[in-house]
């Protein structure tokens, strides 16, 4: 099977390269400094929050030729906003081989995130999460021609396969851990046509789960509903049925409701980019196409889950970013009648990876951000407003919905050692 694989796939695309060349030594380090504040308390969707972590990504492995390398590591996080004193904070491992060709490229292994080609739907994993968990074990492929612009077309497309579906990390006693047997499934492409006026996109995250429950403990928090009874629910005006503690909401330690089976978020769009038009921004570009979630749920008693049921959000979103000279705008607006994340007054951000604010009616981000690129480092320093709620609180129909502003502010540094390793040699020959 796996010659096969080889014969038919790699060889075709350029992917599997012999020949004489020797193998050589090939090694990475990067590191990543994250620092993340969220102002806004009292709230129902995401409270008050702090977060200055560090990251390192130590790898070695073996180049056979320009285009194939099997690469070992890890990558460790420490925390800097807490007392702890232990290293690392959090942890985990990288294996995986690399194929790439002019056009198609595969790794197959413990893949570090960085490899991915695209952004995913906010509503499916947060900034945070992403830092936190930053590998896909399984297989990723890529589609990726060199942009040309005097092409009638370009385009790109990937499609990942991520066993367990995130949480690849390892800290503390593994009775602490979550134990998902679920798979993850990611899909993106982006089109352009008529010298990038007109694109067309779409971003799909599939999760699938295999195990009798929802999380890998029988009932999460301890026992305990991610909100209390009486803490306001957004999408559920008669009241939140699913409490611990209330008749449909489970017995702890034995099994909590509902099972949440599959939940899917697709973001497809339609996009135009004015960057021809003024050459001199690095970026300007509008989009605007659906925003959307499924999840597919049982109630159980016990051991038995009842019919499986469907709960459908359907949603837009309007985006808009322009960039010149590395400082950058961009503006974000999420509307829903049947906002996401339904389950998340039991399950909180332990299953919802995504930004609570999608459960809301509304949701728009305002932000000013800066840039700064150079061949072995990469600065980004956003600061942005967020505007929630609204409507009846429920949907997006009615009045007396409260709300809620938050702020907040991301600092990224990234350096790749590698890099500046070389770019100190080439300044001392």
């Known amino acids: 099977m796996f010659k096969s694989f080889i014969s038919k796939v790699l060889v075709p695309c350029g992917l599997l390269v012999t020949g004489a060349q020797a193998a050589s030594f090939a090694y990475d380090l990067k590191f990543v400094s994250f620092t993340y504040n ?39 996080i420490q925390n800097l906003h807490t007392h702890y004193s232990y290293f690392p904070y959090s942890w985990g491992v ?25 952004s995913y739907p906010l509503a499916a994993f947060k900034k945070l999460f992403w830092f936190k968990d930053p590998t896909a074990r399984g297989a990723m492929l890529q589609f990726k021609p ?7 077309w370009n385009g790109w497309g990937e499609f990942i396969i991520d066993w367990y579906g995130g949480r690849n990390w390892n800290n503390g006693p593994a009775k602490d851990n979550y134990n998902f047997n679920q798979m993850l499934y990611f899909g993106s492409t982006e089109w352009s046509f008529l010298k990038d006026y007109l694109g067309f996109g779409a971003k799909i995250v599939a999760f699938h789960n295999l195990s009798s429950y929802s999380m890998g403990d029988k009932y999460p928090f301890n026992g305990k509903s991610y909100l209390n009874q009486g803490d306001e629910t957004p999408l559920w005006p008669n009241g939140y049925p699913y409490f611990s503690g209330s008749k449909q909401g489970g017995v702890p ?5 509902p099972t949440v089976l599959d939940r899917i978020y697709y973001h497809a769009y339609i996009k135009t980019n004015l960057k021809r038009l003024m050459p001199y921004m690095d970026k300007i570009y509008f989009q605007f196409g659906t ?6 749920y049982c109630v159980r008693s016990g051991d038995k889950c009842g019919p499986s049921q469907w709960y459908n959000s359907f949603g837009g979103q309007f985006d808009f970013d322009m960039q010149y000279k590395g400082f950058g705008f961009y ?13 998340y007054a039991t399950y ?36 942005f407003f967020n505007f ?7 949907s997006l129909h009615g009045t007396g919905g409260k709300w809620y502003t938050t702020f907040q502010q991301f600092v990224t540094l990234s350096i790749d050692t590698r890099e500046l390793v070389d770019f100190v040699r080439s300044r001392h020959h």
Do not use: C
Request: a positive charge; hydrophobic letters at 35%; glycine letters at 8%.
């Open 291 to 296: 925003m959307s979630e499924q999840e597919h």
């Open 331 to 343: 503006n974000k607006y999420y509307f829903s009648d049947k906002p996401q994340m339904k389950f």
């Open 94 to 118: 990288t294996m995986y081989y690399s194929a790439v060709g002019k056009n198609f490229r595969a790794y197959v292994g413990i893949i570090p995130r960085t490899y991915s080609i695209s």
């Open 348 to 383: 909180g951000q332990s299953l919802y990876t995504g930004l609570p604010w999608y459960h809301a009616p509304n949701f728009e981000r305002i932000a000013l951000y800066y840039v700064y690129k150079n061949k072995f480092m990469s600065l980004r320093a956003d600061a």
């Open 38 to 76: 969220l102002a806004g308390k009292e709230n129902p969707y995401w409270n008050s929050l702090v977060n200055m972590k560090n990251r390192i990504m130590p790898e070695i492995g073996i180049q056979f030729d320009k285009n194939q390398s099997l690469m070992f590591g890890a990558w460790f």
């Open 388 to 394: 929630l709620g609204g409507g009846n609180g429920h």
């Open 146 to 152: 060199a942009y040309d612009p005097n092409r009638a």
């Open 253 to 257: 330690g034995e099994y909590s409701n």
